[in-house]
């Protein structure tokens, strides 16, 4: 009996630890980016990073403070650098913006009510998969940077004077460690531009100098994808927070589709196209 008592599972308190918020991430990158990969597909982390970036800046926008996303991407380094012209993270929390988990200003409705990510995790899973990461915000000519390595604070600079417009800097390299030989794709990242362009009308985005702005939003989008000639006129609807445009070519037993949910491109589809395509089948059999 005594023997079937002994834990011979190797199974005791020293099993059991505690991870750092940054070595969680890295971890188990895959909670928080999907898959890793090099860049070779659209759906690699490499470009996931990219967009949890751009997002904040882009909840800026929503909000109203901002017209212009500045986004460069080095080929040779693998650097990225995402400027935006919003409020700026507020200077005493910089820091734990970007590097303390369930932190952020996106849980008070009042200060951000529209916005794309609300977990507090974006930029700190940015931060903890990159060789290198800045942060730097600028609030009432007052700058606040701080740099990073794999979510390690590196360098924390003190509050000092600046002439820049108000706003937040952020620059990373993703950690070969993690992505590999890793490159990225300009088709890839500029699709996601435009997508950006396509679904906030009025923001300029500026990706390596070249500018992208959609002045007729999902009617764009519509139009510089479609291969063939419509049939008829496309049906474009704009109201509040919904936007639709629709039309039928001259293509035979092909469909395709752009659906977005909260500024996310829902590749997988869901109920709000589940239930258009119903819909739309039950008008066309009453027609």
């Known amino acids: ?4 008592k002994k834990n011979i599972t190797g199974y005791g308190e020293d099993n059991v630890i505690t991870l750092k918020w940054n070595e969680h991430i890295r971890l188990r990158p ?3 980016i999907g898959k890793l990969g090099d860049g070779a597909s659209s759906d690699d982390g490499i470009y996931v990073l990219v967009k949890e970036v751009i997002d904040n800046s882009v ?3 929503a909000m109203g403070n901002g017209r212009t996303i500045e986004v460069n991407i080095s080929y040779e380094t693998g650097k990225v650098r995402v400027r935006d012209y919003g409020r700026g993270i507020p200077l005493g929390k910089t820091v734990d913006c970007v590097a303390k988990m369930n932190t952020g200003a996106k849980y008070d409705s009042n200060t951000f009510k529209k916005s794309v990510g609300m977990n507090g995790v974006g ?4 931060n903890a998969l990159s060789s290198y990461f800045k942060v730097q915000s600028i609030v009432d000519s007052k700058t606040k940077i701080a740099e990073f390595s794999k979510g390690e604070l590196t360098n924390e600079e003190p509050i000092a004077d600046t002439d820049e417009p108000n706003g937040t800097i ?3 390299i993703p950690d070969k460690e993690l992505f590999g030989n890793f490159s990225y794709i300009n088709e890839y990242v500029e699709k996601m531009i435009w997508n950006y362009a396509y679904l906030n ?4 985005l500026i990706f390596n100098n070249k500018k992208y702005k959609s002045p007729n939003g999902l009617l764009d989008l519509l139009n510089n994808n479609m291969d063939s000639e419509p049939l008829y006129p496309v049906i474009h609807i704009k ?3 919904f936007e639709f445009a629709f039309t039928h070519s001259d293509k035979v037993l092909t469909e395709e589709h752009h659906s977005f949910v909260n500024g996310q491109n829902t590749t997988q589809g869901g109920t709000h196209l589940a239930a258009f395509r119903e819909a739309l089948v039950k008008v066309m059999k009453d027609f």
């Open 1 to 4: 009996m005594e023997e079937e």
């Open 30 to 32: 895959g909670m928080y």
């Open 59 to 61: 909840d800026e926008f």
């Open 123 to 126: 930029t700190k899973a940015v």
């Open 170 to 172: 952020i620059e990373f």
């Open 201 to 204: 009308h009025g923001l300029t």
């Open 239 to 241: 109201d509040d927070d």
